[in-house]
């Protein structure tokens, strides 16, 4: 039985109201979309307000729409269920609806929101456990402690990026929309990482993650996201892959972005992905020898470390299978990926 | 303290608990609806699953207190809600479960009772797979999961009037053996 | 469950009471991943992680140039 620490809970009905709140408590409040990311942390003693602000009663931040020019909005607040099933998501952005629908369980697409997903803490065997627990090895570099336990002599935290949509919007190139004190903040999803496990992302306290904008993308784009994992279900990402891929009218690659996730404190890109695809038809053996050599880069990018669930070295061996896979999923209009 | 309006299985019920609590606890030990269990508590097995609006949700990480004005169905309302809506015994996923021997401690069937009924609700006659996703959330430790999508599966068949897979054949009967490899 | 008797093949005299029917399904599936892919593993759970090491050590013992492209 885990029990949660004490604090009050706030349900403001207009996105001013809950901006007013954050202003009022500051670090003592923490908002809660889903919940599937903050309670089980709560439980853990990760993070202990004093002030819950709900988003659950601020209609706009919830639902998939038109942004103008081809773009679409999707509010921070719609489920994950909801974006995985959306036409429009699916038909403009195959990879981003194929990652929404393999995060976690059933249960937990219906509570998670695409906003908490983009903003999920950072996962660590030493972290992700209760107080008494950590208590009992001395705490962590992430909290509360001073001692890496992965990396030894450690001074920065290694704890693993593992939401699935991010690396899928970075290949979409989505861009973020906050809203703070200092009013409205575009920025595109790539500039939000922080190499730093401890804390990841740029985004202050007191502002809201509001609004994901995705670009418009033409007849030619093929995307799709693969992901390692132990069971089919609950499980966070051992290792995610997005991929995108687009095509001219002849069916030559024109342009292509690879992201891997679950690696490191962040997403990260395949380097030279666009260079190794650029003018292969996305088809026979010519593509397949480009997504081989697109999958031995990921390979000499990636190393895992041990501090999240599945052995490194196998995660490390998967990496290039998932890249190729991926890729060729994305090449045949198919996907995910997923052995399980 | 603060006092919740909350609407469970059809009945409103006021009631006072701790602001923090989840809404497993204000079922389990404010409501005594212990039909929902309370397993690893924090999301990974779907034993505490229950409905909100109709929808399969983690009672272990849902707030109570942003449960107001939102329909709750535990284990306990599948009968009544079934009897209501002019069946008789008990729902027909739980007439499967039962006919099916679908469990062994039982700890996990009222939360893969009630994502079997929510998928129901919303696609009638699923396929094996659908059935198979839906239940991904909800982990049983004794069975092995054949029997309780046999059982699903059972339910689906009645409903669509098709004719039901042997309880407890996973694979179909009679099927002849490979033959004997030779060293 | 205690089964008050003293049983010779169990610890400390212990009685099974409910698993028994399981064990030998466990050797069995060892042997068909020997079967199908010649290595033996030991120990459960038989993740792809502890196959693909397997595996690995089976092709190094073997062919020195063994170890395929992805």
Known sequence: MLRLPKFEVRTPESLDAALALLAEFGPDARVIAGGTDLVPNMKHELVTPRIVVSLARIPELRGVGDAGAGWLRLGAMTSLADVAADARVR???PALAQAAGLVAGPQL?????????V???TRCQWYNQTYFWREALGFCLKKDGTLCHVVEGGSKCVAAASNDTAP???TLRAELVF?????????????LWLADGAANKKCASDELLVEVRLPPTGPGHRGAYGKLRERASIDFPLLGVATRIELDARGTITDADVVLTALQARPVRVKRAAELLLGVRAEGDAFLAAARAVADQAHRQAHPMPNIPGDAEWRRAMVPVYVRRTLEAAA?????VHAV | MRVLHLLINGDRVTVAAPEHWTLLEVLRYELGLTGSKQGCDKGDCGACTVLVDGKPVLACLTLAALCEERAVTTIEGLLPAHVKSG???PDPVQAAFDECGALQCGFCQPGMMLSARALLDRNACPTRTEIQDALAGNLCRCTGYTQIVEAVELAV???CGVAPRRPGSARPRGRSRPPPRRA | MIVESLDPEGPYGAKEAGEGPLHPSLPALSNAVFDAVGIRLRELPFTPAKVLKALAEKNARSTPLAGGRV
């Open chain 1, 179 to 191: 809203v703070g004190p200092q009013g409205r903040r575009v920025t595109p999803i790539d500039d």
């Open chain 2, 157 to 159: 068949a009645k409903h």
């Open chain 1, 91 to 93: 038909a403009q952005a």
């Open chain 1, 168 to 170: 899928a919007l970075m």
């Open chain 1, 332 to 336: 045949r209009g198919a996907g995910p």
């Open chain 1, 109 to 117: 697409r219906t509570m998670g929101t695409l906003g908490g997903n």
């Open chain 1, 119 to 121: 903003l999920l803490d």
């Open chain 2, 87 to 89: 069946g008789s015994g």
